[in-house]
């Protein structure tokens, strides 16, 4: 069974693993945090386990270590949070801060989605289902979010740059998923 999870005012999940990253800023001024954003990761693409999407988002990538690392050399990103293949709810970012993970990125007309989101990238590919742990560490962590912060808006990444962006993808399972 999943824990429960509670955000506490400081912004950090009392159930998650830290792993502090340095990409982040400060959120603008009076910004309501209204939006969760899905992502999903691999590293390599297409495999799962190992720490590095947690050293891609902590900038400790050894990019010499997979040809497919060359084109992540000078990016620097994080998600607040990553839930992991066997449902460990790992956390980067402070969800008062502005994390930087969605790019370029528009939703209902509003510029620059990392403003007013928190991301959550889950351990997975457009090509796999996710499983039974993933759904279960996000059925625990949306209510959290939504408890601490204003969250009116649930999307994928692909909603809010659709050009550039296929996740969370065709094996996510929307119905599986309730914010409110």
Not at 57 to 83: E, K, M, Q, W
Not at 107 to 122: A, P, T, V, Y
Not at 124 to 144: C, I, K, R
Not at 151 to 170: C, S
Request: glycine share 8%; net charge negative.
């Amino acid at each position: 069974m999943t824990p429960a999870c509670i955000v506490a005012t400081d912004g950090w999940c009392t159930t998650a693993r830290r792993v502090p990253s340095p990409n982040h800023d400060a959120r603008p001024q009076g910004t309501a945090i209204d939006m969760a954003v899905l992502h999903n990761i691999s590293l390599p693409p297409g495999e799962f386990g190992g720490d590095d999407i947690e050293r891609l988002f902590t900038n400790t990538l050894d990019c010499a270590s997979h040809p497919f690392y060359a084109g992540l050399a000078n990016l620097r990103v994080a998600a607040h949070f990553l839930i992991r293949r066997d449902g460990e709810l790992v956390q980067f970012v402070s969800c008062n801060e502005r994390a930087w993970h969605a790019g370029v990125s528009r939703w209902l007309g509003r510029e620059r989605c990392n403003d007013f989101s928190i991301g959550i990238e889950i351990e997975g590919s457009d090509y796999v289902p996710f499983n039974e742990a993933q759904y279960a560490t996000l059925a625990a962590l949306l209510p959290a979010l939504r408890q601490a912060y204003p969250i009116r808006h649930l999307v994928g990444h692909n909603d809010i740059a659709p050009l550039r962006k296929t996740d969370p993808g065709p094996f996510f399972d929307w119905q599986r998923v309730r914010l409110f």
